[in-house]
């Protein structure tokens, strides 16, 4: 079991817009940067949001982050096929005192 | 162009001992500090221990506490993992991650391409 929360797949068509959620704790998204993961697939995961909502140079602004309490949420909008892939939310666990990541959400598009 | 390169890993008996390298290069590698991610086959991610830029802060997961040593050369850019009493459950893709600042945030902006421990006998 993952310390946060994340639905295991989504879907959307297209050019449509899709969000991912991440539900913590105090301990960990209550208190700590969320970051954001993009692993297609058989590569290793890449960076897409740090700091909650900051993206990388290199990615497109399609995609974005956000941070409410103890939740996080990925928005990737003008979907395209390239997108496919697992996503995984990450941050810091203060008490457990270990990095913690989601079980990762696997987005397919139709 | 940042570059991690993991290398040590393959096919060990449970209960032996394996150590992971990873060769990085193309940033200042003590400025930073890493991290070791390990990734189950069709698993998700899980975070395996992360040093600090000057190994004065180190973690481990509750799964490889006491069996494994993470640990760091800043004159070679180059990071470890010793592994032993090595169990069927530590078989994953090891990856190598570099830390967005000089302390142990869990911010990984570059990732190498894995090494494959596979625990059987």
């Known amino acids: 079991q993952s310390v946060l929360t994340q639905p295991p797949s989504v879907s959307a068509a297209p050019g449509q817009k899709v969000t991912i959620s991440c539900s913590g704790s105090?301990?960990?998204?209550?208190?700590?940067?969320v970051s954001w993961y993009q692993q297609l697939p058989g590569t290793a995961p890449k960076l897409l949001i740090y700091?909650?909502?900051k993206r990388p140079s290199g990615i497109p602004d399609r995609f974005s982050g956000s941070k409410s309490g103890t939740s996080a949420t990925l928005g990737i909008t003008g979907l395209q096929t390239g997108d496919e892939a697992d996503y995984y939310c990450g941050t810091w666990d203060s008490s457990l005192s270990t990095g913690v990541f989601g079980g990762g959400t696997k987005l397919t598009v139709l | 162009e940042v570059q991690l390169v993991e290398s040590g890993g393959g096919l060990v008996q449970p209960g032996r001992s394996l150590r992971l390298s990873c060769a990085a290069s193309?940033?200042?590698?003590?400025?930073?500090?890493m991290h070791w991610v390990r990734q189950a086959p069709g698993k998700g991610l899980e975070w395996v221990s992360g040093?600090?830029?000057?190994?004065?802060?180190?973690g481990y997961a509750d799964s490889v506490k006491g069996r494994f040593t993470i640990s760091r050369d800043n004159a070679k850019n180059s990071l470890y993992l010793q592994m032993n009493s090595l169990r069927a459950e530590d078989t994953a893709l090891y990856y190598c991650?570099?830390?967005?600042?000089?302390?142990?945030?869990?911010?990984?902006?570059?990732w190498g391409q894995g090494t494959l421990v596979t625990v059987s006998s």
């Open positions: 105090s301990s960990n998204i209550g208190n700590n940067y």
């Open positions: 193309g940033f200042t590698f003590d400025d930073y500090a």
């Open positions: 040093i600090s830029w000057n190994s004065g802060s180190i």
């Open positions: 700091d909650n909502n």
């Open positions: 991650a570099k830390d967005k600042t000089i302390a142990v945030t869990g911010i990984y902006d570059y």
